[in-house]
Each structure stands twice: as structure tokens, then as C-alpha cells.
């Protein structure tokens, strides 16, 4: 049986109202964060079903492709073939070039044909990713394993310390998965409109952020495309703008990116109170 959730499912920005914020930092923009960027010079992992390297929304941006293979019970990194087994990874690629066109995609396949897989296989390939460099990871996929926690734990503290933005979705039901929960990682829940730049900062975790995820136009199997909702799909926006803001501002940390993101939320502004003189 697996250890892997399927693609992750919950709504916890439709209250904009609990969203208000008391305070914001000053002076940081959209235009500051990422304007006239498109995302070059960045590389993103995508820890999922493998990437159709082929497909049209792809435009030829994936530059690698690994699976994570168990040989008697050991995860190992091969190379793979630049296929997408289910679709999901494709579809989460086709976002962050939606809004990060110039990034380059690595293929991290942990999943198989029917968008399950272990969680040891999971680890080893966040595992791999963390080894090669690559700048931001999109994870659109969660362990519930608790013998996996103290394991998954290390790995997020090792990216964090190590610069690497990873940005996943939260479960698609209340209950503990990792590594969403953690908070040295982005964590992403959908929210209901329309807008690939519609951003929401969750001034009470454990989910941090909001993105579109809800009946998103996405990228799937075979060159096709669809329809779907999840927060697997909330996910890789967010992952697209950390790549713009790692793109115009290189080796900025995932403690700054997350404050920048923070600040150019889309949160309401908060009620300003009138005092007694009418001020």
C-alpha cells in the first residue's frame, strides 16, 4: 500500500475577511520582486510523474529526467525517459512556465501509472534534488509516513539551509502529511479565483499561502489538456514566482523570498479605527 497522498485538496482561503493584515512590510513591490523577469537562470525540480518533455506547453524547458527506482527495497536514481506517466507532473510544469516561461524543468519521477508511489522513493528523490543544485522544488505531493517525519524533517531543514525554495502543497484532507507542514517549506492551498496572480499570505499557518487551484486550464498526459482542481495545482503558481524573484534577484534566501511574498500578497488591508477626535 502506499505511502504517498493523492494530489492534495483543500480550500482554507475562501474567508478573505480572516486574511486581514495589522502590518506589511513597506516598499517591496510586484514591480521590485519580479518585473521584466521571466524566470532564466533559474532551475526547478519537479518531484512528481515525470515530465513529457514533448509537450507543447513545455516549449522544450526540461533539461533533465530521473526516476527514483527501488532495487530490493533501495531507492536509486537512474535515468529516465522523458515521459509523463499519469500527466500531473506535466501539469504542474505547464503552470510555472505559465508564469516563469524562461525557467528550466527538471524531471524528479516518484510516482507511477497510477500516481502512487513510496515514500522512501519520495525522500530519495528530494534527496537527489537537494545534490544537484536545482533552485526551487515543486512538490504537488505529500508522505503521511510518521517513520518518515524525522527523515523528511532534515531534508526541508537541509534545503532551507542550503537556499532551496521548496514550495508544497498542502493534503487534500486534515491530516498530518509531510513535508507541507513544515515551516522552512512554502506551503500552498487553493483558493477559488480565476487569476495565475492571485496570491494570498496565511497569517495562520499551518498553510502558508494561497494560489489559484480550482478548475485550472492545466497541461496532461499525451500533449492534451484539461481541467482540474487541487492544491497540486496552487502549488506550482507559487513555485513560478518564487522562480521570477529568484530570476531577477539570484541567491536571494527562502527566508527573504517568503517576506517578499508575504508582502506582495493580495491580502485585504486591514480596518483602520477611528479614534475619539475622529482621526
Partial sequence: MSDLDLPAWTEPFTDLAGLRRKMRLRGVSREWAWGGATGAGVRVGIIDSGLEADHPRLAGRVVQSVAVELVDGDPQVVPDEAVDLYGH?????????????????????VLGADLRGKGTAFAAGLEW???QGIDVLNLSLSSKSEALFPV??????RA??????????????????????????FSVAAHSEPDPWRLY???????EFGAWGVDVPIAWKDGGSTVATGNSFAAPHVAGMVALI???????????VKAVLAA?????????????TGA
Fill in 201 to 207: 499570505y496565511n497569517p495562520a499557518p499551518p498553510v
Fill in 160 to 185: 532551507y539551509f542550503r537556499g532551496v525554495a521548496v514550495v508544497s502543497a498542502a493534503n487534500n484532507v486534515p491530516a498530518a502529511s509531510y513535508p507541507s507542514l513544515f515551516s522552512s517549506v
Fill in 264 to 276: 506582495i500578497a493580495d491580502n485585504p488591508r486591514a480596518v483602520r479605527r477611528r479614534s475619539r
Fill in 246 to 256: 529568484l530570476s531577477k534577484h539570484p541567491g536571494m534566501t527562502p527566508f527573504e
Fill in 152 to 157: 523528511f524533517h532534515d531534508l526541508a531543514d
Fill in 129 to 131: 534534488a537537494l545534490e
Fill in 89 to 109: 507532473a506535466t501539469a504542474c510544469g505547464g503552470i510555472i512556465l505559465g508564469l516563469a516561461p524562461d525557467v528550466e524543468l527538471v524531471s524528479i519521477r
